[in-house]
């Protein structure tokens, strides 16, 4: 049986979040040599610095660099500092295997990679990562058939997007709302998402919704709103992008059926709350969207600790201490130092692995994970906000 731990910032890193040693940058050429030894440890991430899911990949990538950046300033790992860097792929998976290519191919190789934003991406890389004997750590998919496919190297930190499914479909029966319709783009994440949707609705004898497509890439919004419209529906399910979400919230907006008490809206996590508000406006009002972590600006531990990392490398605006993305990045980097100590002083990429799996039961106060031998997905933590009135967002 796995033993019970509890994840510790002060026994791990140290108190004290005064200090940033080796500055974490965009990626960048190293004089290292293969074989060398070296006084870093690499860690590589690419991610969506820009594209769709910017909003995203940007914060998560602040939240992780906070982290690491409170490692080092603790001494790092065995006296080793972390390098993290990252390359924009665009949400594109084809330049996320060109990025993944050049990492493993640099002199100093990383020793895991991590962070990669997207379904797509992580699908794609992942056979990189095991060829490479490298783990691919946090990736910010929730796709449930790619957590259940057998991936060796791929550890998850948050769970599936039926886990956020179940949790707005089990609060939607609460409230009485049976009138479903669901929002969702025309590719792999948004048929799968909405064939959850029905598996559901069928095992709860509930009544199909009315599933109402776009194309990712030519969106036509006011069709999708003008079918919405015509369905006789209470709330609307939301498998989609905020950018098309906030789109969709304005169109109906316009015709007098959007905001709070007349539709429902609800989204899983891949929406940003921030990125909804400043593209929809008012029209958000309302809006729910599934978190996969605690609140960072809540009174828990946690939080404390990722405010005061964030506020250490100049993040202190309430956009970025308040971002549920920056957590996700700062709490899965948490992870992986942990990791990296418990693989020892001569830490490699199979140590690396080995100690991900014998992380066992981790406590990072309301939020559990647990890792084992074949048990790569940690968590399956779920928490709804709600955009309010004047724009901000409650739990």
Known sequence: ????????????????YTTTQAPLALAQGTTAQKGRASNTLRVAQSAALSGPQAEVGIAFNTGAKAAFAAANGAGG???????FVSLDDGYDPN????????????????????????TGSTKAVAPLAKEAGAVLFAPISGSDALQTDSQPQ????RGTYSDEIKKILQHLTTIGSHGLGVFYQNDGFGQGALALVKEYASQ????????????????????AAKALQEARIQAVLHLSSAQYS????????????????????????????RNLVREAGKSAHGFVIANRVPD????????SEFRRAMQAIGSNGKEDLTS??????YISARLLVKAMHNAGPKIDRAALRNALEGLGRQEIGPFTLTYGPGKHRGSSFVDLVMVRGDLTVAR
């Open 77 to 83: 790992v065995h006296g080793r500092q972390i390098e």
């Open 154 to 157: 791929v550890f998850f930190v």
């Open 1 to 16: 049986m796995l033993s019970r731990r509890t994840f510790s910032l002060q026994a791990l890193m140290g108190a004290l």
């Open 204 to 223: 709860h004898k509930l009544p199909q919704p009315a599933a109402v497509a776009y194309e990712p890439q030519q969106p036509d919004i006011r069709a």
């Open 246 to 273: 906030a789109q969709l919230l304005k169109e109906l907006d316009l015709a007098g059926v959007a905001g709070n008490g007349r539709l429902y809206h609800y989204g899983v996590s891949i929406i940003s709350a």
């Open 324 to 329: 549920a993305a920056a957590m996700e990045g």
């Open 296 to 303: 960072p600006a809540g009174p828990t531990g946690i939080a």
């Open 95 to 118: 330049r996320a295997v060109q990025n993944t290519r050049q990492f493993l191919g640099d002199g100093e190789a990383p020793v895991a990679l991590f962070g990669y934003t997207g």
